[in-house]
């Protein structure tokens, strides 16, 4: 069937498989390694194999392509794009960058190669606040493209920063009345929250972190349920971990819980099963291109081994 054919051209092919957490269950199932954004880049820059498969979105599989010019990369579905890394174009944020000629660009990982070839320096919801609080206290920010996390990181590192005007479909369109709703209903629950939520949702969350971070949280807390604002991918780990505590997914209206993020959700066995055989779609990029996105994103793994984030 299926899996095992996948399991036999993996071997033959010797091919890793990376997941993020808001694949569907059976793709987190096969996977060889599962993570957010910050532990797949590092991952993806220290793998032995001569093919990737990325099952995540194209801005993932494009930074394990920056990482390893030489491997295969490649995207069960080239369409998985990103609302996010869609809403900050190289173009207009170059035009944008011209109104701020001493600013330092931070980017946040959700963006093109291309935008990264326009940044200093990459970041993650797994590391934006160290990183930010780790740079020189004078320097003057661009913070892109997400303006949710942004305003989480000006908060939590009381600096100012100029923030570009982007933000995630899945994740700005949690509203505060159905967090309240089940708070209502499990008023014991804890809420935790992607940092890509909007202000109002973050400000009722009594952990806010990558999806990492929040599978460690809900892990190690004590509390038996929790109200949940992301992805509903995520769920599959928590309640995998932790068989015998409650997780409610914060519901985009009164009829559905369906928060899926619809590029997430192009990736399918099936996929997977035909990019291993074809070995297309493969990510390409051209040599400047990547060279120059390279250096901000190094940077973002070295600062982050030296801060002990990874
Ligand atoms: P994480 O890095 O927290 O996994 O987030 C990635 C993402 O795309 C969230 O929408
Ligand atoms: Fe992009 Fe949002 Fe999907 Fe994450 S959940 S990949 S930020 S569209």
């Not at 394990?64 to 190289?90: Q, V």
């Not at 661009?142 to 995630?168: H, Q, S």
């Not at 089940?182 to 939520?197: R, S, T």
């Not at 990736?267 to 990510?283: A, M, S, V, Y």
């Amino acid at each position: 069937m299926l899996i095992n054919e996948i399991l036999e051209l993996k071997k033959s092919k010797n091919a890793l498989i990376l997941a993020h957490y808001y694949q569907e269950d059976e793709i987190q199932d096969i996977a060889d390694f599962i993570g957010d954004s910050l532990a797949l880049a590092d991952k993806a820059q220290n793998v032995d194999n001569d093919i990737i498969v990325f099952c995540g979105v194209h801005f993932m599989a494009e930074t394990a392509k920056i990482l390893n010019l030489d491997k295969k990369i490649l995207l069960p579905d080239l369409e998985a794009g990103c609302s996010l890394a869609d809403s900050c174009p190289a173009d207009r944020f170059k035009e944008f960058k011209k109104n701020y000629p001493d600013h330092f660009v931070v980017s946040y990982i959700n963006c093109t190669a291309e935008m990264k070839t326009l940044s200093d320096l990459i970041c993650t919801s797994g590391n934006a606040v160290q990183l930010i609080n780790a740079l020189p206290k004078d320097l003057k920010i661009i913070f892109a493209p997400d303006k949710n996390l942004g305003a989480y990181v000006m908060e939590k590192t009381g600096r100012e920063m100029v923030l570009w005007n982007g933000t995630c479909h899945v994740h700005d369109q949690l509203k505060t009345e159905y967090v309240i709703n089940l708070k209502m209903q499990y008023p014991d629950a804890k809420v935790v929250a992607h940092p890509e939520c909007d202000g109002p949702v973050l400000a009722l969350a009594d952990f806010i972190g990558s999806t990492n971070a929040m599978l460690k949280y809900v892990k190690q807390n004590e509390n038996k349920q929790f109200i949940v604002a992301s992805e509903t991918g995520i769920l599959y780990q928590m309640q995998k971990n932790n068989p015998k505590k409650e997780f409610y997914v914060v519901p985009v209206d009164e009829t559905c819980a369906c928060n899926d993020c619809k590029y997430m959700k192009l990736n399918t066995l099936e996929k997977i099963r035909n990019c291993l055989r074809d070995e297309k779609p493969q990510i390409f990029l051209d040599r400047e291109t990547i060279k120059r996105a390279r250096k901000p994103l190094e940077l973002m793994l070295d600062i982050s081994k030296e801060l002990r984030i990874i």
